[in-house]
Nanobody, 118 residues
Framework: VQLVESGGGSVQAGGSLRLSCAAS????????MGWYRQAPGKRRELVAS???????KYADSVKVRFTISRDNAKNTVYLQMNSLSPEDTAVYYC?????????????WGQGTQVTVSS
């Protein structure tokens, strides 16, 4: 099983980006999926998460501006990021709590860089 992220890049303040993360491999089920970020010199922090039923949770700093969603048929989670600011600059990681042939565990993507310039 692997998670592959895409959609990162560079954007000016006020702009938008959409991140995608697809899980592939032999997957029996996926529970929670989420996005984390880590800025230089800072701890990795939760940005947003979504349950298999669609219940969402957001960090206070991104509420209203970011939207997490998922396509269960495609084993994919998305993060729509609007009104980006330089403070959003970080490496963004997706994760998924899933059950595969080994058991139930958390998988992480390799990370995608998001850079917001002022």
């Amino acid at each position: 099983v692997q998670l592959v992220e895409s959609g990162g890049g560079s954007v000016q303040a006020g702009g938008s980006l959409r991140l995608s993360c697809a899980a592939s491999g032999i997957i029996f089920s996926i529970n929670d999926m989420g996005w984390y970020r880590q800025a230089p010199g800072k701890r990795r922090e939760l940005v947003a998460s979504i349950t298999s039923g669609g219940r969402t949770k957001y960090a206070d700093s991104v509420k209203v501006r970011f939207t997490i969603s998922r396509d269960n048929a495609k084993n994919t989670v998305y993060l729509q990021m609007n009104s980006l600011s330089p403070e959003d600059t970080a490496v963004y990681y997706c994760n998924a709590d899933l059950t595969d042939t080994i058991g139930t565990m958390t998988y992480w993507g390799q990370g995608t860089q998001v850079t917001v310039s002022s």
